[in-house]
C-alpha cells in the first residue's frame, strides 16, 4: 500500500523551528522527486520546497534562506527545517512523491501554526 505519513508539526512561536518528517512507504522512494506543499485557510495549495532524486532542490522564494529539504534514501524520509517562521507560515503542510509516468502520492497534512 502506497502510503506518505507527515509528522511535526505543532504551534510554534513567531521565530521558531520545527522540523517536519514524511515517512514513505509502497513505494521505490529514491527515484522519486519528493515535496513539500502547504495550503493556508480560504488559499490554494503552494509549493514550498522539492528535492529531486539526485538531490537538488527548488524553493518558493518566501521561504528561501529559512527553509531547508533533505532527503535520506535509507529511511525513506524527507525532512523540511524550518526556521525563523512566520505568521504567513501557517498552513497545513503536505508531503508529495511524484515520478513521471506515475501517480502522484499525497499524505494527509500536517498543521503548522506560527503565533504568539
Known amino acids: 500500500q502506497v502510503m506518505l505519513v507527515e509528522s511535526g508539526g505543532g504551534l510554534v512561536q513567531p521565530g521558531g523551528s520545527l522540523r517536519l518528517s514524511c515517512a514513505a512507504s509502497?513505494?521505490?522512494?529514491?527515484?522519486?522527486?519528493m515535496g513539500w506543499y502547504r495550503q493556508a485557510p480560504g488559499k490554494q495549495r503552494e509549493l514550498v520546497a522539492i528535492?529531486?532524486?539526485?538531490?537538488?532542490?527548488n524553493y518558493a522564494d518566501s521561504v528561501k534562506g529559512r527553509f531547508t529539504i533533505s532527503r535520506d534514501n535509507a529511511k525513506n524520509t524527507v525532512y523540511l527545517q524550518m526556521n525563523s517562521l512566520k505568521p504567513e507560515d501557517t498552513a497545513v503542510y503536505y508531503c508529495?512523491?511524484?515520478?513521471?509516468?506515475?501517480?502522484?502520492?499525497w499524505g494527509q497534512g500536517t498543521q503548522v501554526t506560527v503565533s504568539s
Open positions: 508529495n512523491a511524484d515520478r513521471v509516468g506515475q501517480k502522484p502520492v
Open positions: 509502497g513505494i521505490i522512494f529514491r527515484l522519486y522527486t
Open positions: 528535492i529531486t532524486r539526485s538531490g537538488t532542490t
